[in-house]
């Protein structure tokens, strides 16, 4: 039975134009996550993220503040099982 968990976060703040996406993408990385960071039109960044409880947890902190120049004001969160559809972490297009 897997451990994997998902999780789909909405990070608010000033997270656009500040490297958020990209150094989202090296973090779950390191933490050997999968999944995807997008920029939203609303100016929010959403991510999906999988893999294991501990590392998730991990990168839902890092979220909170994200990169130097981030000023994250709320991180809205819901989970569920993993699907594992993912292979890597990936930045995608904007929605």
Do not use: K
Request: aromatic share 6%; with cysteine.
């Amino acid at each position: 039975m897997s451990t994997q968990r998902r999780a789909t976060l909405r990070i608010q703040g000033t997270v656009q134009g500040v490297s958020y996406r990209e150094s989202a993408r090296q973090e779950a990385l390191r933490l050997g996550l999968s999944g995807w960071v997008r920029n939203r039109s609303d100016g929010s960044v959403e991510a999906t993220v999988e893999g294991e409880p501990g590392a998730l947890e991990d990168f839902i902190r890092w979220c909170h503040s994200g990169p130097r120049l981030a000023r994250v004001t709320d991180v809205a969160r819901s989970d569920g099982g993993a699907t594992g559809e993912f292979r890597t972490f990936t930045v995608e297009r904007t929605s």
